[in-house]
């Protein structure tokens, strides 16, 4: 069995929100530029729809979305304003700069990559990243480079429930799509902890099994410890593009994926996850390690022409890779050493021709819930706290008269 040590650049997925453009461009706008830019706020523009689940703005005379992951992978994507592809892309010089431990100001440059259809960087190996906000973007299709500030870019950290991750406003979103129908989004904050948010109003848009459009409404879930929408008495959803919609107040944070798959039954008494156009159980007998692989539509993956390698437990940045069997039509390795896939953390790295992919599994779902049940009644007793002393300096106040 051969094992491999890779660095875990392995491209996720993520949302999306909208930011205002607050910087310049270095020099004036030629005179084609100004033109093309009066005609184009001169018609109504169509909606700008994230594909890669990150953070989205106009830049003059196109859209720019950017997903940041936490291992350092950097993703963008750009389009113009009437919503075409944007011409020779592999022309154009795409330069994302963001914060890691060592710099205020750290500089990945993008490239094309014609396989994905989107822009690919990857932050320096020794760099470890804080934060994706404030991100600077900037853009050089023709002259002058343009450039824009995002102030909300939330780093997006690996899956740990085996789902797709997302951006949405400064919020980090896992959305667990199953086969059954449920889905279950789970919100983190700026500090990459999953957050305890039942006054947070959620929504989805996600393709049914009859190809329409489903809109679905994510109650909070306090068992779950996420935003669920519950199945109904078939399965109604189908792999495809899913978008998110969460409510504070008054302002609302939207995102989206181009594509998501749907998370299957273990139906090998296995655990399940996702990692881009795949899900994946993983069956343990010993120190040996079976993966059933299905494609985005559900069917098994029986080509045996993906790599795919799997890190166990503490053994993070340590991967294994599994080999094709085509007799028992699952790809098959051996660990180092008996390892429980039932309670320790799973990360899974699938590449096919158009790249890699990441997905992931904590150490136990219902450790993770028992920590946001742990949070939510420590708020609440703060809470109730504050509220008592206002209370009580009211009483106090009162009594003493004028």
């Given at each position: 069995m051969q094992k491999t040590t890779i660095a875990c650049v392995a491209l996720g997925l993520t949302l999306t929100a909208c930011s205002k453009s607050d910087q310049s461009p270095s020099g004036p706008p030629s005179a084609a530029k100004v033109s093309s830019?009066?005609?184009?706020?001169?018609?109504?523009?169509?909606?700008?729809?994230?594909?890669?689940?990150?953070?989205?703005?106009?830049?003059?005379?196109?859209?720019?979305?950017?997903?940041?992951?936490?291992?350092?992978?950097?993703?963008?994507?750009?389009?113009?304003?009437?919503?075409?592809?944007?011409?020779?892309?592999?022309?154009v010089k795409m330069l994302v700069t963001l914060r890691s431990?060592?710099?205020?100001?750290?500089?990945?440059?993008?490239?094309?990559?014609?396989?994905?259809?989107?822009?690919?960087?990857?932050?320096?190996?020794?760099?470890?990243?804080?934060?994706?906000?404030?991100?600077?973007?900037?853009?050089?299709?023709?002259?002058?480079?343009?450039?824009?500030?995002?102030?909300?870019?939330?780093?997006?950290?690996?899956?740990?429930f085996g789902g797709s991750v997302l951006a949405a406003g400064s919020f980090g979103v896992e959305v667990v799509a199953k086969s059954s129908g449920e889905v279950q989004a789970y919100v983190r904050g700026e500090d990459g902890a999953i957050l305890p948010l039942p006054t947070l109003i959620a929504r989805a848009t996600a393709r049914g099994v009859d190809g329409k459009t489903r809109e679905l409404s994510?109650?909070?879930?306090?068992?779950?410890?996420?935003?669920?929408h519950r199945a109904g008495a078939a399965p109604d959803l189908s792999?495809?593009?899913?978008?998110?919609?969460?409510?504070?107040?008054?302002?609302?944070?939207?995102?989206?994926?181009?594509?998501?798959?749907?998370?299957?039954?273990?139906?090998?008494?296995?655990?399940?996850?996702?990692?881009?156009?795949?899900?994946?159980?993983?069956?343990?007998?010993?120190?040996?390690?079976?993966?059933?692989?299905?494609d985005a539509s559900g069917k098994p993956n029986v080509g045996g022409d993906l790599d795919l390698w799997l890190a166990i437990g503490s053994e993070a940045g340590t991967f294994t890779r599994l080999a094709w069997d085509a007799r028992k039509q699952t790809y098959n390795g051996k660990l180092a050493r008996k390892l429980d896939l039932a309670t320790l953390p799973i990360r899974a790295l699938v590449r096919d021709s158009h790249g890699v992919e990441i997905g992931g599994l904590a150490r136990a779902p219902a450790a993770i819930v028992a920590q946001l049940h742990a949070r939510a009644q420590a708020d609440n007793a703060k809470n109730d706290a504050a509220d008592a002393g206002a209370h009580t300096a009211q009483l106090t106040t009162s009594s003493s008269g004028p």
């Open positions: 830019a009066a005609a184009a706020a001169s018609k109504p523009l169509p909606p700008f729809v994230p594909t890669i689940g990150g953070t989205s703005t106009g830049i003059y005379l196109h859209f720019v979305e950017v997903a940041i992951h936490e291992h350092g992978a950097v993703e963008a994507r750009i389009q113009t304003l009437d919503g075409a592809p944007i011409g020779n892309p592999a022309k431990k060592t710099s205020d100001r750290e500089r990945v440059e993008l490239a094309w990559e014609p396989s994905r259809q989107r822009f690919v960087g990857h932050a320096p190996a020794q760099a470890e990243l804080v934060a994706a906000a404030p991100l600077g973007v900037e853009v050089t299709t023709t002259g002058a480079p343009e450039r824009v500030k995002l102030e909300h870019a939330p780093l997006l950290r690996a899956p740990e994510l109650p909070w879930d306090a068992k779950s410890g996420a935003f669920m792999s495809g593009p899913l978008q998110v919609r969460l409510g504070i107040g008054d302002s609302t944070y939207t995102g989206g994926l181009g594509a998501v798959s749907l998370l299957p039954d273990a139906s090998h008494g296995g655990r399940v996850l996702t990692a881009g156009a795949y899900s994946l159980e993983l069956v343990q007998n010993g120190a040996a390690v079976n993966a059933y692989v299905n």
